[in-house]
Each structure stands twice: as C-alpha cells, then as structure tokens.
C-alpha cells in the first residue's frame, strides 16, 4: 500500500533539501507545504507581523515559486490526508501534525552560537525559537534527527538531545561542495560578502562597521555582496553603496557558484560559511570559524538525500503505529549503520 510523507518547506535551503529528499523515496506519495505554524503564531503570520521569518515575507514566496516550478504537490499544512510519516528541517516550531505523526528532522546548516536565552529556553520550556536554531533538537518531538557531521553529533548530545536518535548522514546542498566549482557564474577572482538579516530579526549588528571591516579585507580587490533575501534590499543598497561605492550588489542568484569562484569569503551568521571552509577559501565570519571546522558538514558526494530517504523508507516499512510507539521501536533497533557512514 502506498504511504503518504509530508514535506514541511522553509527556507529556499530547506525546501531543495525537502526536495531531493523526496526524489529518492520510492512508492511513496509525496506532498509539500510552505512552513506554517498553528495557533496564535498562525494568526500573526497571517496578518504579514512574521515576514521577517520563513513563516512569511521572501521565504515564503521563494518556497511557493520554487514548487510551481517543479511542479510539486502542494498540501497547505498537510490538511488534504492522513500522512505516514513527516519530514521538517525545523523543530522550533512543531506543528501539531508533527506531534501526532512519526517525523524526520533534518538539520538545515549551521546553528547559531548559544547566548543567554539558550538556558531559558531548555530549563524552562520557553519557546524554542526564542534561542534561534541554537535550540534545534530540543523537542524530541522526532524518531530520527539526521545531521552534518560526527562534530554535530556530539555538540547535540552536549545540548540534550538523545543520542539514539541521532543519525550522522550529512545534508542535502552541503555534502559535495566540488561539484560548485563547475558553474556559470562569470565572475572570478573576488571578494564576496554574504549579508544576514540579523536586524530584520531584532538582534544587533553593526553594517557600517561590518562594511569597512569587509573595505579593509578587500584592499582593493573587486567585491561582490550577496544579500540576505530577508533583510531589507533599500536600505542595505544604501549602506554598502556609501563604503563600497565600486561593489557589485547582488539580490539573486546562486550563491554556491559565488562561493566556489571567489578568493575570499566574507560572511556574518550564515551557513554558506560551511562552503567556504569546505572549498579551502580564506574565510571571515562573525561565527567561530575555528570550531566550525570540527563541525563541518561530512563530503560523501551528494549521498545524504539518499542515506535519509532510506532512514524514512525504514519508518514507513513498520507497521502503522501511533506516535508513541514508533518512537519506541525505533529506539529498539538504532540505525548505527547510517551513523557510522562517512564516505
């Protein structure tokens, strides 16, 4: 019998990993949502107060487009049938979909460094999203949590996370980094700065300091500023035009490509840092680039959909159960072939 799998999109990063994840199940009918949450959090997405997240504003609409493109099945919130299996880059927020039906977590790329928000929220249950992605895993509310490295691994089993649901396969868009140095993009041989949009989220960031900063590293060589699809294009256009009145300034586009063709990587929270380390590029972030080396994402030539599709293809193969106990017969039989995979 065929089973249903919902994929819950995001980010334009999480949607193409939800994506080639998918490709690679078989018999299986395979459905996509934008994210969305429910309750109070649902409301105020609605009135356009969350756009500044991927419950809203760019994100959702690069999500959207990107479906129609590929001409993907689309079941807002996964209201249209019953599913068999949910698969998420995010556990920040979980749907009630989520809490009712087996799931596979995905991690999406880097997680932010943990500040003093981070011991709140675990200790006292406060919302997840309050620490950002620093708090991604935190809700067992999943079977598997596929993720980037043995170094991740370990750093969510600091956090709290349960080990026997762990699973190192890499991630989908991080696993085969060589294969961006075969592109298109026409540019060689410069400085490229990928923005944030740290301010869009209310935390605090310097761009006037950042962009001499950036000024200084340059020295005169060409520069090329990504922009962040959420933060706000005007105002940014305006600011990197005052220091760096000769940049190319770049809204769109495959940042991959710039990567792999640049000399020097300039980034502030982003995960395309991961990249830029991977390709060997002389990397400056507002991250901790030493400890991302221990981090970064295992390279097993784009294998990691695959390795993830076969960790949901398991789930699906068991008996329909509810959602407590799948969790337990998966924690019967841990899937350490997966986890000790590293080519």
């Known amino acids: 019998m065929s089973r249903n799998v919902l994929f819950i999109c995001g980010s334009l990063n999480q949607t193409t990993m939800m994506h080639q994840i998918a490709q690679r199940l078989e018999g299986c009918n395979t459905f996509f949502t934008p994210f969305y949450a429910d309750g109070p959090l649902s409301l105020l997405a609605r009135l356009g107060l969350l756009n500044f997240t991927i419950l809203g504003g760019r994100h959702r609409k690069n999500t959207l487009e990107y479906l129609r493109t590929h001409n993907l099945p689309v079941d807002y919130a996964g209201r249209g049938r019953r599913y068999d299996l949910i698969v998420t880059c995010t556990d920040l927020i979980t749907q009630k979909i989520i809490r009712e039906t087996p799931t596979v977590l995905v991690q999406e790329g880097i997680m932010e460094a943990e500040n003093w928000v981070f011991p709140l929220v675990k200790h006292l249950k406060l919302p997840r999203y309050l620490a950002n992605t620093a708090a991604t895993g935190l809700s067992d509310q999943y079977e598997v949590f596929c993720v980037a490295s043995e170094g991740y691994r370990d750093d969510f089993i600091r956090k709290g996370v349960k080990a026997h649901k ?136 784009g294998k990691s959909a695959q390795r993830i599709a076969a960790i949901c293809q398991d789930l699906l193969n068991k008996p329909r159960l509810d959602r407590q106990k799948a969790r337990q017969v998966f924690r019967l039989k841990p899937q350490l072939s997966y986890h000790r995979e590293t080519g």
Not at 170 to 197: E, H, Q, R
């Open 166 to 301: 762990l699973v190192v396969t890499g991630i989908p868009n991080f696993d085969n980094v060589n294969a961006y140095l075969t592109n298109d993009f026409p540019f060689k041989g410069y400085v490229l700065v990928a923005t944030s949009s740290a301010r869009e989220t209310f935390k605090p960031d310097d761009r006037l300091y950042f962009l001499k900063q950036v000024k200084q590293v340059a020295n005169g060589r060409p520069v090329i500023v990504k922009l962040h699809p959420n933060e706000d294009e005007k105002r940014a256009i305006f600011e990197i035009q005052r220091i760096l009145p000769e940049a190319l300034i770049l809204s769109e586009g495959d940042i991959y490509a710039m990567i792999a063709n640049c000399e020097v990587l300039i980034t502030q929270y982003s995960t395309v840092t991961f990249i830029g380390l991977l390709l060997g590029k002389e990397v400056y972030s507002y991250l901790d680039v030493e400890a991302l080396r221990r981090l970064l994402p295992i390279q097993n030539g």
